[in-house]
């Protein structure tokens, strides 16, 4: 079953180019925080990720926090989140049936606090590391608390306590993914590393085919394409650093084998091409 998979870029925060791919330079670039709006023909619209909202600034504005905000500068417009997005285009956020998390840094879940109404999506495993935990212990983890919704718990859907599906043989080398609404529309796969839990999800826009939402498994295509790490330092503070290089070296495997596949990682520059283009708002 075919869906409509529509980028939506929410602002970036400023780092140097070597931090994130080994080779790079030692200039300031802009990493966009990418969401996708997901328009089902059955299940109605759902979120993968909110990336940053004006929320982001309140939640860094004490110690520790601020830090967060110091070392990764964030530049964002309040008509840059989700919910200004989609009110633009005539969609209520009570309309959104659901937000799929891929993971908990503060730029997956800046806007989470714009969607009262809907269900939350998320692996177990990363909502454990990161329940609980404040000031510099959530400040290691990316994680800022008061971006959370205070009744998460009651909304949440932890998805990784359902039973797999197998997938199929050009999946791999991922063997198995949650199908989330049981028509194999939207398949998550575990892609934790950088964070605890990420997950990433296929799916098939009705327009450009098969696609791959990997958050954060990567950093750009290039590293994928290429099978490039980040700058050591970059992999020193990785969750797990084996995980992440095990599934950097998937994304590679599956690129060499699915080269019509659309592998999209949240930062990655020419996703944000893509979010003013070809997976811009389509009427």
């Given at each position: 079953m075919k869906i409509k998979l529509t980028l939506l870029d929410t602002g970036y925060c400023r780092q140097l180019e070597m931090f994130s791919i080994r080779g790079g330079r030692p200039r300031s670039i802009s990493f966009h925080a990418i969401a996708a709006l997901?328009?089902?023909?059955?299940?109605?619209?759902?979120?993968f990720d909110t990336g940053y909202?004006?929320?982001?600034?309140?939640?860094?504005?004490?110690?520790?926090?601020?830090?967060?905000?110091?070392?990764?500068?964030?530049?964002?417009?309040?008509?840059?989140?989700?919910?200004?997005?989609?009110?633009?285009?005539g969609i209520r956020a009570d309309q959104i049936g659901g937000v799929l998390l891929s993971h908990f840094h503060a730029d997956h879940i800046g806007g989470l606090r714009d969607f009262p109404d809907s269900r939350l999506y998320c692996f177990s495993s990363a909502y454990a590391h990161v329940r609980g935990k404040r000031g510099l212990q959530a400040l290691r983890e990316g994680f800022l608390p008061d971006l959370m919704p205070n009744d998460f718990e009651e909304r949440a859907i932890f998805v990784d306590r359902a039973?797999?599906?197998?997938?199929?043989?050009?999946?791999?080398?991922?063997?198995?993914?949650?199908?989330?609404?049981?028509?194999?529309?939207?398949?998550?796969?575990?892609?934790?590393?950088?964070?605890?839990?990420?997950?990433?999800?296929?799916?098939?826009?009705?327009?450009?085919?098969?696609?791959?939402?990997?958050?954060d498994a990567?950093?750009?295509?290039?590293?994928?394409?290429?099978?490039?790490?980040?700058?050591?330092?970059?992999?020193?503070?990785?969750?797990?650093?084996?995980?992440?290089?095990d599934n950097l070296l998937r994304l590679h495997e599956l690129f060499g084998h699915w080269p019509s596949l659309k592998i999209l990682p949240t930062h990655c520059p020419e996703v944000w091409k893509m979010s003013q283009g070809e997976f811009a708002w389509r009427s």
């Open positions: 997901i328009e089902h023909p059955v299940h109605g619209l759902f979120l909202s004006p929320r982001f600034f309140e939640a860094t504005r004490s110690f520790p926090y601020r830090l967060y905000a110091t070392i990764t500068p964030v530049v964002t417009r309040p008509e840059q989140s989700v919910k200004a997005q989609l009110e633009a285009h039973l797999p599906v197998e997938l199929l043989e050009r999946y791999r080398p991922f063997g198995e993914a949650y199908d989330l609404l049981g028509d194999g529309s939207m398949l998550l796969v575990e892609l934790g590393g950088h964070a605890i839990g990420q997950f990433g999800m296929f799916v098939r826009d009705e327009e450009h085919g098969d696609v791959f939402l990997c958050a990567a950093w750009s295509s290039e590293a994928y394409r290429r099978h490039v790490l980040p700058h050591p330092l970059a992999q020193s503070i990785m969750a797990d650093g084996p995980a992440y290089r």
